[in-house]
């Protein structure tokens, strides 16, 4: 009994882990462009990057190896394994089907747009303000039929007292890692497969062209 306890003990741990949603969450605004990376209850900025300490320069040892011989080295790779990129192209279609896959997995916590349109005419003002709207009626329906969005609030107005157009952004992507593993291991079997028939389908087309 103590194994099979010891067992669902780990496989809980596991469901709970796999529950854990990654992701990624972007603002931009007049402070500029900040990227942060989720994990879980966890931010870590990516962008701005912090500035790290610069470390002495080591110098080079002057390489023997002639400029050439790499070149000579990556084309011998190539003539060696003939169809790569035919073989790469069939993995085309099992790359778009998991981009597909994922793209219903992904789920936007927050998306907000705080868009404040200025200018020195008023005329132009009244014409961006417009096209504004217009834009963000059109690519809403992209964003509400192909992801789940928890959370949303989008704000459009006009400022006659400011001289350019002010905007706030905000939007946070996240999946679980349940999905992430569960995708990965379909699609990554399923391209092994199509790369490894691909590679039999090459060799006997070079066999077949080397007997002629």
């Given amino acids: 009994m103590t194994f099979f306890k010891v067992l669902l003990v ?16 972007v603002r931009y605004g007049k402070a500029g462009l900040f990227v942060f990376v989720l994990a879980g209850p966890k931010k870590i900025q990516v962008l701005p990057t912090k500035p790290k300490k610069k ?3 080591k110098e080079k040892r002057p390489k023997n190896e002639k400029p050439d011989q790499g070149e000579k080295h990556n084309k011998t790779l190539i003539e060696s394994k003939p169809g790569t990129l035919s073989r790469l ?38 014409l961006g303000y417009g096209q504004a709207n ?14 789940k969005v928890r959370r949303c609030n989008f704000q459009i107005s006009m400022d006659y007292a400011r001289t350019q157009p002010t905007v706030e952004l905000q939007a946070a992507v996240t999946f679980t890692i349940g999905q992430i593993v569960t995708l990965g291991v379909h699609y990554g079997v399923k391209a092994l497969f199509t790369w490894i028939k691909s590679g039999k389908t090459a060799r006997k087309r070079q066999e077949a062209l080397s007997h002629e």
Avoid: T, Y
Avoid at 10 to 22: A, D, G, N, Y
Avoid at 111 to 124: N, R
Avoid at 134 to 147: E, K, M, Q
């Fill in 89 to 126: 192209m069939k993995l085309l279609p099992v790359i778009g089907q998991a981009c597909g896959a994922l793209k219903r997995k992904i789920r936007i916590d927050d998306l907000e747009l705080d868009l404040v349109w200025g200018g020195s005419d008023p005329a132009a003002i009244a």
């Fill in 10 to 25: 780990i496989l809980v741990v596991f469901w709970l882990i796999s529950l854990i949603r990654v992701g990624a969450r």
């Fill in 55 to 57: 470390k002495p320069k």
């Fill in 134 to 147: 217009a834009a963000l009626g059109i690519l809403w329906p992209v964003f509400d039929h192909n992801f």
